[in-house]
């Protein structure tokens, strides 16, 4: 089983993430933030990774060192459950609509941390969710977790409905790059042997 548990204490933010990533999307989440926490759970029920994510923030100023510094557990996390990488696909991708909104997001587990976020929020807020914060928890997970991702909203006119899609895909894009490839037991995906 391929699990991991990080702890991140800051002046800001402390933070307890548990992940398995052989798991089958059970979720125990309590971020202060609830529409973070709806997120999260669609990365874990669509991931099929268990998750358990414990946060406490300066919350009283805004959910930005919170939101951001999640991100940044989980990435620590993903990479510590994944190990050397040898015999998964390392790629992975998704397309998932919701009603109106259609997003995709790629992913390669490749050492090297890189986002391109491309997501045009219809608003500002969902309820009372800065969906700025969006790009920062990505941010913070693709330069901790040592992945290239790219994350593009193609289309959507509800905010809720773009943000949902897009970590929907991310849960599934994960989940194709972790999954082991029968063809390549036991090999690195890469010609440098390592990633």
């Not at 391929?2 to 993430?17: C, F």
């Not at 926490?37 to 946060?55: I, P, T, Y």
């Not at 998964?88 to 997003?103: I, N, Q, W």
Request: glycine fraction near 10%.
């Amino acid at each position: 089983m391929r699990k991991a548990e990080v702890t991140r204490n800051t002046l800001e933010t402390q933070i307890s993430v548990k992940i398995n990533l052989d798991g089958s999307g059970q979720q125990t989440l309590n971020t202060g933030v609830p529409f973070l926490d709806h997120m999260l759970d669609q990365v874990a029920r669509h991931g099929m990774v268990d998750l358990a994510v414990e946060a406490k923030g300066d919350l009283h100023i805004d959910g930005h060192h919170t939101v951001e510094d999640i991100g940044i557990t989980l990435g620590q996390a993903f990479a510590k459950a994944a190990g050397d990488k040898k015999g998964l696909r390392r790629y992975g991708h998704a397309y998932v609509p919701l009603d109106e909104a259609l997003s995709r997001v790629v992913v390669d587990l490749s050492g090297r941390p890189g986002l391109e976020f491309h997501v045009p929020f219809k608003r500002a807020m969902i309820g009372t969710f800065d969906v700025d914060l969006t790009h920062e928890f990505f941010q913070g997970f693709a330069n901790h977790a040592l992945v290239t991702l790219h994350i593009d909203n193609l289309r959507g006119e509800n905010a809720h409905h773009q943000c949902e899609t897009v970590f929907k895909a991310f849960g599934r894009a994960l989940r194709m790059a972790i999954e082991a490839d029968p063809r390549a037991a036991g090999v690195i995906p890469s010609t440098k042997g390592s990633l």
